[in-house]
């Protein structure tokens, strides 16, 4: 009810700007990294993996896949994410050493749940889960569990759900890295510093929203839009597209920006809007020159870029600076934009913002 919303419009609104506490929640008693962390029986399982697979849906499985290159990156293990309803059907090649990590808010999201057994059935019994809902089936079919605090959501569109599953991931790549011999103590104070500082960092993302308010009414006259990252930022680009098609029935899709030449460049005129997640890390000259091939074909860029970067905003190029570069937790600073630019492109719209048509929260039939 309107008592619960208070100063918010809907629960999406509310749940975006909840992420801050969400994410400390997540985070608190978490005083060092440790396997333990995810279960007794963690340390052992993760020293004799040998590998990850991640299944999951929807926002859970972009979780997934900004968790592959975190996993890759830090632990040096490799992983494979997969969507839950085609892992479940297809023949794949069991591999009884992997750890099996399902992501879900709800913890009952029918095809997760089955394709979770599926991988039990044959033989792979290393289960993890990064689960928001302590009681849930997906909680007492894995063997390890990480609960996130998000707390309710309500919203169908997952915001904050998102946001403390990709802090669960982080603190999953560096407790595995730790198991391997992979994390120095110096790196791991780092990390963990930077870690107890992402509520504040989303706090200052979310003082951007009246710029994007600016945005949002020029998109919600838009049928398309493209969306691109690179890296550890293009599932957060997918993330993006996804949250704009569902609650504000503008299509839009999400490419790895590498592969504009390859076919979506094909759709870019005077009328796509290209929204760009433009961190300043290691990839940002080439993101700057696959920004150049869409303003040659007279796309409009809407460029999220971080306080220092060199991207300035001129003919066709709109530019939003996120207040610091956050190194390899940026992806969840980078989310924080686009979930407000698809609530407000939606809100222009005059959608059902909190229970978008033909969706459901929680999927617990197939
Ligand atoms: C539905 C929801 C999505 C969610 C997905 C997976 O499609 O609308 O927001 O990401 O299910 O749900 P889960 O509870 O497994 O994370």
Not at 4 to 26: C, N, S, V, W
Request: charged content about 20%; overall charge negative; some cysteine.
């Amino acid at each position: 009810g309107a008592a619960e919303l208070g100063p918010y419009r809907h629960y999406m609104q509310k749940e975006i700007f909840e992420q801050p506490r969400a994410i400390a929640d997540t985070l608190e008693g978490v005083t060092a990294v440790m396997p333990e962390l995810f279960g007794d029986k963690a340390y052992n399982i993760f020293k004799k993996i040998d590998s990850v697979l991640i299944l999951a849906c929807g926002t859970s499985f972009y979780a997934g896949v900004t968790a592959k290159y975190w996993i890759e990156a830090i632990a040096k293990i490799p992983v494979n994410v997969e969507i839950a309803s085609e892992y479940r059907y297809r023949e794949s090649v069991p591999n009884p050493n992997a750890l099996v990590v399902t992501i879900s808010q709800s913890g009952e999201t029918a095809d997760t749940l089955a394709a979770l057994k599926h991988a039990r059935s044959q033989d792979m019994l290393n289960t993890l889960t990064i689960c928001n809902v302590a009681t849930s089936a997906m909680v007492r079919e894995c063997k390890l569990a990480y609960i996130t605090h998000a707390g309710v959501e309500v919203g169908v569109a997952s915001t904050k759900a998102f946001t403390t599953q990709l802090t669960a991931l982080f603190l999953l790549a560096l407790s595995l890295a730790q198991v391997r011999g992979r994390l120095s103590e110096e790196e791991e104070a780092a990390h963990l510093k930077a870690m107890r500082h992402l509520p504040a960092a989303v706090t200052a993302v979310l003082a951007l929203e009246p710029q994007i308010i600016a945005w949002a009414e020029e998109f919600s006259r838009k049928e398309n839009a493209l969306f691109l990252g690179r890296g550890m930022h293009y599932p957060i680009a997918l993330e993006g597209a996804l949250k704009l098609k569902e609650i504000s029935y503008i299509h839009a899709e999400a490419y790895p920006a590498g592969e504009l030449k390859h076919g979506p460049l094909a759709l870019v005129t005077q009328e796509m809007p290209v929204v760009t997640v433009a961190p300043n890390d290691a990839l940002i000259e080439k993101l700057k020159s696959n920004m150049q091939e869409v303003r040659a074909r007279g796309g409009q860029l809407y460029v999220f870029a971080d306080a220092d970067s060199r991207i300035s905003s001129s003919e066709g190029v709109h530019v939003i600076r996120l207040p610091e570069h956050y190194g390899m937790l940026s992806p969840i600073l980078h989310v924080v934009p686009l979930q407000m630019l698809a609530y407000h492109t939606a809100l222009a719209r005059g959608t059902d913002v909190d229970k978008p048509r033909n969706l459901a929260k929680s999927v617990t039939v197939e």
